[in-house]
């Protein structure tokens, strides 16, 4: 991780005092790391570019990382929210770049393995995708939980991971047992049965127009089922 720029302030004045028949070629700043295989390199900013100081301890860059470098997610999607964030930080003035070179996912806190079920115990994680309008309330999902009988479980959600465009809420809520779920699978003799449970709603800033991101946690019935949600705004 290289939070430095990437120009050469004294290239000109480097280039007068070499002479144009010196034959050496002068370089206009930190270049890109050539035969990268097995790395990631991750740059401040752009080739031949500036990176900001920032007005505080760290730098646009050093803050988003120190931001998104816990969370648990993929490591690339973990630099594309830093480049996100510098870039939206900067006004648009500093856009990280990033070298990939692995094959594969990797993980810096290890991969939440997916149970089958609903075994106590199990932790399970699970990516969804979903579209919103621009400033309005939008429906991300349900969580809920019911027993053998198609009783309501209590269940518990906690965010962990707020909207950058908009914000998120979770309320009380009825839910139609579908045939299956992402979460649960099929829901078998429960299928049109109502449960009580807690939606997750969002609601995108009336004038931003791209991808957005949640985060939540729900814990119910002995699971903990970590869900992350890719919001199309649009």
């Known amino acids: 991780m290289l939070d430095s720029c990437r120009d ?13 028949s010196r034959g050496v070629a002068v370089q206009r700043g930190l270049a890109k790391i050539d035969n990268a295989q097995g790395m ?18 760290n730098s646009p860059y050093t803050t988003a990382f120190l931001k998104n470098i816990e969370t648990r997610e993929e490591i690339g999607t973990i630099f594309r ?6 870039y939206r930080t900067t006004n648009n003035a ?20 997916v149970a089958i079920g609903g075994t106590p115990g199990r932790e399970r994680n699970m990516n969804l995708a979903r579209s919103a309008k621009p400033g309005a309330d939008s429906l991300l999902a349900y969580s809920g939980r019911w027993d053998p009988n198609c ?22 809520a009825e839910q139609v047992l579908p045939a299956s779920t992402p979460g649960s ?25 791209g ?12 699971t903990i089922l970590h869900t992350t949600i890719a919001i199309t705004v649009q």
């Open 8 to 20: 050469n302030p004294f290239l000109t004045d480097l280039r007068r005092s070499i002479g144009p």
């Open 40 to 57: 990631i390199v991750s740059y401040a900013t752009q080739s031949g570019q500036t990176a900001e100081d920032g007005t505080g301890r």
């Open 81 to 86: 929210h830093i480049a996100a964030d510098v």
């Open 94 to 113: 500093q856009l990280p770049e990033i070298s990939l070179s692995v094959i594969g996912e990797f993980y810096l806190h290890g991969k939440v393995e």
């Open 151 to 172: 009783n309501s479980l209590p269940v518990t959600v906690t965010i962990t991971r707020k909207p950058r465009n908009g914000t998120v809420s979770v309320l009380d």
């Open 185 to 209: 699978g099929n829901t078998g003799q429960c299928a049109g049965k109502t449960i009580k449970s807690k939606k997750i709603m969002y609601f995108s800033n009336p004038d931003f127009r």
């Open 211 to 222: 991808s957005d991101s949640v985060g939540y946690d729900s814990e119910g019935a002995g």
